[in-house]
């Protein structure tokens, strides 16, 4: 079992930055792959990001390409998302996820949740 926990949330203006972490409790976390998912008001919650168990292998959805970056520390037990550029419409709930499996994209694939931490970009 692993439970989650995201901060660094909050207001930024367009073009600016956030550092989102994930950090889990339990020792098994280097099991796991991370990932995070990000839902909007009125829309479906989306994949954003993921890691390898290992941290060496990230993988992105098209949109944030670019512009976000994911990397792990199993040392800390804490995954982070570092946010550039941001737009108006990266506004969201951004959650941090937990997979026992290589590569997830859909949530049916993670196990385990956090509460999940809320994103304002102002235009």
């Known amino acids: 079992q692993v439970q989650l926990m995201e901060s660094g949330g909050g207001l930024v203006q367009a073009g600016g930055s956030l550092r989102l972490s994930c950090t889990a409790s339990?020792?098994?976390?280097?099991?796991?792959?991370i990932g995070w998912f990000r839902q909007a008001p009125g829309k479906e919650r989306e994949f954003v990001a993921a890691?390898?168990?290992?941290?060496?292998?990230?993988y992105y959805h098209d949109s944030v390409k670019g512009r976000f970056t994911i990397s792990k520390d199993n040392a800390k037990n804490t995954v982070y998302l570092e946010m550039n550029t941001l737009k108006p419409e990266d506004t969201a709930v951004y959650y941090c996820?937990?997979?026992?499996?290589?590569?997830?994209?859909?949530?049916?694939?993670?196990?385990?949740w956090g509460q999940g931490t809320q994103v304002t970009v102002s235009s």
């Open positions: 890691i390898s168990r290992s941290g060496d292998r990230p």
């Open positions: 996820a937990a997979s026992p499996i290589y590569g997830p994209t859909y949530e049916s694939q993670y196990r385990h």
């Open positions: 339990g020792r098994t976390f280097s099991t796991y792959t």
